[in-house]
């Protein structure tokens, strides 16, 4: 089963904008947007947003996502120390009936 | 609390079997499609098996059809995978979540001789 595409890694300073993509096709990410999960090293993944780009509670408005066409995005605004970590993406795709992932993007915060 | 805790991993030989479990509470359990997900070693996410909210249609990724089985009881808010003919390729954390929901803090199964 063919995965989404996330870039492996992004840098980018303290207190800057980062903009992490995923990119799928008319059967994932073209069809529903992705969900968003936050995991840091030794830890299990944390969900940041549902498949209707909402936040679940208590996940900071400092993250937000969306989605045009095949390609759904995560920004980060106001980097901190603690948004370092490792982002997966994940649709549902229709002709599979399963859950694919993207192969994460490792952020890091200069 | 909205949770989920997995349980049942260790530490198997290869061609053996293992049975997961997953307790849920606080999302209405009973009227999500759940799934198991697995995280090799630094590696990244892959999801393996679904069910759907009432258990009458299961799917797999290619790899583990035929030899992983999943199910669930709604009336015990849990979700189980057994694991049949194991590979040292199966080593991984093992998590059940309906994905856009809660996870846990997942299950280390590792497959070794």
């Known amino acids: 089963q063919a995965g989404l595409t996330q870039p492996p890694s992004v840098s980018k300073d303290l207190r800057q904008t980062a903009t992490l993509t995923c990119t799928g096709n008319?059967?994932?990410?073209?069809?529903?947007?992705p969900v968003w999960l936050q995991q840091h090293q030794g830890h299990p993944p944390k969900l940041l947003s549902y498949?209707?780009?909402d936040r679940p509670s208590g996940i900071s408005e400092r993250f937000s996502a969306s989605r045009s066409g095949n390609t759904a995005s995560l920004t980060i605004t106001g980097l901190q120390p603690e948004d370092e970590a490792d982002y997966y993406c994940s649709a549902w795709d229709s002709s599979l009936n399963a859950w694919v992932f993207g192969g994460g993007t490792k952020l890091t915060v200069l | 609390e909205v949770q989920v805790v997995e349980s049942g991993g260790g530490l198997v030989q290869p061609g053996g079997s293992l049975r997961l479990s997953c307790a849920g509470s606080?999302?209405?359990?009973?009227?999500?499609?759940m799934s198991w997900v697995r995280q090799a070693p630094g590696k990244g996410l892959e999801w393996v098996a679904n069910i759907e909210d009432d258990g009458s249609q299961q799917y797999y990724v290619d790899s583990v059809k035929g030899r992983f089985t999943i199910s669930r009881d709604n009336t015990k808010n849990s979700l189980y995978l057994h694991l049949n003919s194991l590979r040292v390729e199966d080593t991984a954390v093992y998590y059940c979540?309906?994905?856009?929901?809660?996870w846990g803090q997942g299950t280390l199964v590792t497959v070794s001789s």
């Open positions: 008319s059967n994932n990410v073209g069809h529903q947007g």
């Open positions: 606080g999302f209405g359990f009973s009227s999500h499609w």
């Open positions: 979540s309906p994905v856009d929901g809660p």
């Open positions: 498949r209707n780009n």
